[in-house]
């Protein structure tokens, strides 16, 4: 915590040293946390936030927040409320008592259990471009003064060009490997319909070459979808809504959707859950879309015969979930890649996949608060494990 008879030339020497490491940071949630925790430092407030707008969408949504549960990450907020006037308006703003004020939205406040007092906000400005909201809330002691929103206008002006320029390098990252990644089934399309358009070629064959068509116009489809959701989770606009529910009921559902698929490759699927586990607090719908991810690889990577078997235990208030295989295995140089954006292992290369679904459930679990790791045998099998905080 700075303290309070912290000099003005020591507290810009502490501006100079968190603008160098901003700099130094190209990964967007890592950056955005040192951002609110540096301001709620040099303010000496109770809590820092960041909510970053859309220009496109006209869109604001609450990002980042030391008092932040992970899953009120993308919450949008109205531009009617005190942040989307700093927007609006371009300029900080210093509030002593929120409640006061018609412009205060509640929402993020009660659903985090955080009493805002006082609040001061700038605007995240670059090259003209309005990037999004640093705000400080409650001053440790006293009122926020005119050296505090000059501080904060500082941080926020170094906190702009850092965000533009991660985003900036992500976006750039992975649209050049999405389009290296669009190659070859565009060559593959682009093969089958001119061979098409020869005139030696049979019904029969012909027949071949649409199914091929089809397949890699498919994969074309997965792709893209999978594309987006990942760049919506990297850039941090995927909104996480919570709700309570039994994760016995959701695996036995991904368990049922998978079945199919299951038996088609001989392969047995066991969800083991114990009967008195209690409910757990998450977003449904994305917890759903990384089983029926994880289940999906383990049965695509599994031999005829083979089973999965899904175990959830809650050990030290923390959700445990294993799905483990007797597949084909991992080598295990190639662990450290697995969640990699693209990556696939080199001796899988023949089953169709596009290298981005474990990106996506990393990300996920993330926007969580939890971790997933990996962890395999060469030619005994592998298992992936979810940690996630209980709520």
């Known amino acids: 915590m700075i303290k309070d008879d912290m000099t003005q030339l020591e507290l810009y020497r502490r501006l100079m040293e968190i603008s160098r490491d901003l700099a130094s940071t190209l990964d967007l949630d890592p950056l955005l946390n040192r951002i609110i925790e540096a301001a709620r430092d040099i303010i000496n407030a109770e809590a820092a936030s960041i909510l970053l707008y859309d220009d496109a969408g006209k869109q604001l949504y609450f990002q980042a927040a030391t008092n932040m549960d992970p899953l009120m990450r993308g919450i949008s907020v109205p531009m009617d409320s005190i942040a989307g006037w700093i927007i609006t308006n371009r300029q900080p703003v210093r509030i002593s008592d929120v409640n006061k004020d018609q412009r205060y939205f509640k929402k993020v406040a009660k659903t985090v259990s955080f009493a805002t007092q006082s609040i001061m906000g700038v605007p995240l400005i670059t090259k003209d471009k309005v990037v999004g909201v640093l705000e400080v809330l409650n001053k440790q002691q006293g009122e926020f003064s005119e050296t505090d929103e000059d501080l904060l206008t500082v941080l926020g002006a170094q906190a702009a060009v850092a965000i533009e320029n991660t985003r900036l390098f992500q976006q750039s990252d992975l649209i050049a490997e999405f389009v290296h990644e669009l190659r070859n089934p565009l060559a593959s399309i682009n093969t089958a319909s001119y061979l098409l358009l020869r005139p030696e070629i049979s019904p029969e064959q012909g027949r071949q070459i649409v199914q091929n068509i089809q397949s890699e116009t498919m994969r074309l489809t997965t792709l893209t979808s999978s594309f987006l959701d990942l760049a919506r989770l990297e850039s941090g606009r995927v909104q996480f809504h919570k709700s309570t529910f039994s994760l016995k009921a959701m695996l ?126 060469l030619g005994e099998g592998t298992q992936f494990a979810i940690n996630l905080p209980q709520k």
Not at 335 to 347: D, I, N, Q
């Open 252 to 377: 036995e559902e991904c368990k049922s959707l998978m079945q199919a698929k299951a038996e088609e490759s001989n392969v047995s699927i066991l969800i083991e859950v114990p009967g008195d586990i209690p409910d757990i607090q998450a977003d449904r719908d994305k917890l759903k879309q990384v089983a029926l991810n994880l289940l999906s690889n383990a049965i695509k990577y599994n031999r005829p015969g083979g089973k999965v078997v899904v175990t959830v235990q809650l050990v030290e208030n923390e959700w445990q979930l294993n799905f483990t295989d007797t597949g084909l295995g991992i080598p295990e140089d190639e662990l450290p890649r697995m969640f990699e954006k693209f990556y696939r292992v080199r001796a899988t290369e023949k089953i169709t996949g596009t290298g981005l679904g474990l990106s996506i459930c990393k990300g996920i679990i993330q926007g969580h608060g939890g971790r997933i790791s990996v962890k395999s045998k």
